[in-house]
C-alpha cells in the first residue's frame, strides 16, 4: 500500500491557512462539555500515564474535564476506529502513539487510513528503548555486540514484547542498519520477556528504560545503548546506537488527534495548551525522568513527524518480512 505522504502534508499545511472566520462560530467556547481522550491500549501503562497526564492538564486549562477512556484491542486498532468513527466537532480525541504509524504497514485489513483519518493536533513526547543484553553475552559496547552477533550467526534470541511491536521493529531496524542476524523470539507483553532475559533464556531486548532501570543498576542485566538520537535523560552514561551506527533511531513517540475535518480553531486551541503544559516545570520534569524528549510544535510538525515515521517503518517491516493479520 502507498500512503499519500506528500498530499497528507499539503493537506496538513493548507488547512492551518485557511480563513478562521467562517468556522470560528464551531469552536467558540470549546470545550462546552467533557472530552473523551481514548487510548488505544489497556490501563496503567505508558499510554495511558502520557494521557491522564494531558488529560488533567487539560482539564485544569479549559474548565471541563477531559476523561481518559481505554479502548484496547487489536493492536490499537479498535480504538482509533472508535476515534476515526466519532463525530469530527473536538470531543473526541486520540492518544496517538508510534503503533499507529507501524500498523499502516502492519495491518492490510483495516477500515481506515490513520494518515488520511485522523488530524494531528499535538506533538507531546518521544521517548527511547534500551539495548539490554543478559551478563552472558560477552559484549559490553555495541560494536563489541555487532563483531558478537556476526561471528554467531542467528545464535542470539532477540526477545520482543510481541510480533510487530516497537519493541521488535526497533531491532530489526538494528538488524537491517548492521548485517547481523538474531532469531526473534515474541513474547505477549514485555514482563515475561524480562522474566526470561534475567534467566538467559533470551540474551538481547530492546526494551524500556523504565521498566529495566532497577535490574541495570543490580547488575542483572546490561544496558549497551539507547536507541535514541541522542543520550537519554534517564541513562545518561550509556551511549546512544547512533554513535556506533550513523543514523540509526528509533523511539516511542506520544500525541494527540482528531476525527479528520475537525474544525482548525479547535485544533489549534488544543495544540497552544498541550504546548503550554510541555512548557509547565512539573510536566518537563517527568518527561525527563523518562528520558522523554518535547515534542512541541505545530499541528503541521506533528503531521510530519508520523509521515515521516510511517514511510520509515514501512521499510523495515517490508524488508524484515513482517505480516499480521
Not at 129 to 150: C, D, G, N
Not at 224 to 251: M, N, Q
Not at 295 to 306: E, R
Request: charged share 20%; no cysteine; net charge positive.
Amino acid at each position: 500500500m502507498k500512503f499519500p505522504r506528500r498530499r497528507f502534508l499539503h493537506l496538513a499545511a493548507s488547512a492551518a491557512a485557511l480563513p478562521a472566520v467562517p468556522r470560528f462560530a464551531m469552536g467558540q467556547g470549546y470545550p462546552t462539555r467533557p472530552v473523551r481522550i481514548i487510548v488505544p491500549t489497556t490501563a496503567g501503562g505508558a499510554n495511558d500515564t502520557v494521557a491522564r497526564l494531558i488529560a488533567q492538564w487539560l482539564s485544569e486549562r479549559l474548565g471541563q474535564q477531559f476523561i481518559v477512556e481505554n479502548r484496547p484491542g487489536g493492536g490499537n486498532i479498535i480504538g482509533t476506529e472508535a476515534v476515526v468513527r466519532a463525530p469530527a466537532d473536538g470531543y473526541t480525541l486520540l492518544l496517538v502513539n508510534s503503533a499507529n504509524t507501524s500498523n499502516a504497514t502492519l495491518y492490510d485489513k483495516r477500515n481506515f487510513n490513520f494518515i488520511r483519518d485522523i488530524a494531528p493536533v499535538a506533538g507531546i513526547d518521544r521517548e527511547p528503548y534500551v539495548v539490554l543484553v543478559h551478563p552472558s553475552v560477552p559484549a559490553k559496547t555495541i560494536p563489541e555486540f555487532i563483531a558478537y552477533a556476526k561471528a554467531n550467526p542467528g545464535k542470539l534470541n532477540m526477545a520482543s514484547a510481541g510480533n510487530g511491536t516497537g519493541t521488535h521493529i526497533s531491532g530489526e531496524l538494528f538488524k537491517m542498519m548492521t548485517g547481523i542476524d538474531m532469531a526473534h523470539v515474541p513474547y505477549r507483553g514485555g514482563a515475561p520477556v524480562l522474566t526470561d532475559l534475567l534467566a538467559g533464556q533470551v540474551q538481547v531486548y530492546f526494551g524500556i528504560p523504565a521498566s529495566s532501570l532497577g535490574h541495570i543498576g543490580a547488575g542483572k542485566l546490561r544496558a549497551l545503548a539507547v536507541t535514541s538520537a541522542s543520550r537519554s535523560h534517564a541513562l545518561p552514561d550509556i551511549p546512544s546506537i547512533s554513535e556506533f551506527v550513523p543514523g540509526y533511531e528509533a523511539s516511542i513517540f506520544y500525541g494527540l488527534g482528531a476525527p479528520k475535518n475537525t474544525p482548525m480553531e479547535i485544533i489549534d486551541s488544543l495544540n497552544r495548551e498541550v504546548n503550554a503544559g510541555l512548557a509547565d516545570p512539573k510536566i518537563k520534569s517527568w518527561l525527563v525522568d523518562q528520558g522523554g524528549v518535547s515534542l512541541s510544535g505545530s499541528p503541521a510538525d506533528f503531521a510530519k513527524l508520523i509521515a515521516n515515521e510511517t514511510e520509515k517503518w514501512a521499510k523495515v517491516i517490508k524488508f524484515a518480512g513482517i505480516r499480521l493479520e
